[in-house]
């Protein structure tokens, strides 16, 4: 039996995906409509905590690959339930967000069912291309007058984009983007403020692109289902990660330089 965690355990980005999956594979079978499907994706890929990920799939008919949590068990000292995921689904219903007929969490790399203007703008990559990822920092520049962003999070049919709240700026705002412009914004929490925002002005997109394609080699892959790349401000200056898994239960991720070089690379251990 799986260890159970506490609920306020920190997810990681795996989680986050497995999560996905589920919600995937329960908008596949009907348990989930489209609006209904794309409102929990927007709150698995900003969730904190596993309990947080948890309330989004505990009542579908799934198995899942999400870590158990505890039953009844208390946040970890100093986590805490987010409470900004139930305004994004209220924001989201109230704002009449359009949602595709068919979206998958992380997208498909291999020729997958993409939302037909990406494909046709930019290939089966998406907006994971280098025509697309110049497209999203374009839009950004142009929607806030800059390119600065807390987290970038692009997956082949839409972005996430973190930013400093201009009235607050201990604050995050959130917006998504995909083929039909900016949704309105949510909150995305607390930031650090001494954290510099990273600029995607100087970030070299053609090769983040490359690192995209490049990921199943890379990461040990025979296959990839998912796929998504992060540009996120830390400690240590801008990074760039790349994660993929597939329906064969192998995964991997990687991590950059904005210049494309590599700094650590977990590929796919098949005895782990």
């Known amino acids: 039996m799986a260890t159970r965690l506490p609920a306020g355990t920190r ?52 198995d899942s690959e ?23 689904v209220l924001l989201l219903v109230i704002g009449g967000v359009l949602a595709l007929l068919v979206r998958s969490c992380g997208g498909d790399s291999g020729g997958g069912v993409l939302g037909s203007a990406d494909e046709q703008q930019f290939g089966p990559a998406g907006y994971l291309s280098p025509a697309g990822l110049t ?36 604050k995050q705002e959130v917006y998504r983007y995909d083929e039909k412009g ?5 909150s995305g929490g607390t930031r ?6 990273v600029d995607l002005a100087a970030v070299d997109m053609a090769k983040v692109a490359g690192l995209v394609a ?29 994660h993929a898994n597939n329906e064969l239960g192998e995964s991997g991720h990687l991590s950059a330089n904005p210049d494309g070089t590599f700094r650590s690379v977990y590929p796919f251990d098949p005895d782990r």
């Open 135 to 170: 497209d999203i920092v374009t839009s950004i520049r142009g929607e806030f007058g800059d390119a600065l962003v807390d987290d970038l999070t692009v997956y082949p049919e839409y972005a996430v984009i973190f930013r400093a709240d201009p009235r607050a700026p201990r």
């Open 11 to 62: 997810a990681r980005d795996e989680d986050r995906a497995h999560t996905c999956s589920t919600l995937d594979e329960a908008l596949a079978n009907g348990q989930l409509d489209a609006t209904e499907h794309d409102q929990r994706v927007r709150g698995a890929m900003s969730a904190r905590t596993l309990g947080d990920l948890h309330e989004l799939i505990d009542d579908l008919q799934a």
């Open 214 to 242: 490049g990921a199943a080699t890379s990461l040990g892959l025979s296959e990839i289902d998912t796929i998504y790349a992060i540009i996120r401000s830390t400690e240590t200056g801008p990074e760039v990660s790349v």
């Open 192 to 197: 650090d403020p001494k954290l510099p925002p």
């Open 66 to 88: 999400l870590a158990p949590v505890r039953p009844g068990m208390p946040a970890l000292p100093g986590s805490r339930r987010s409470p900004w995921l139930s305004i994004v």
């Open 182 to 186: 900016f949704g309105p914004p949510s």
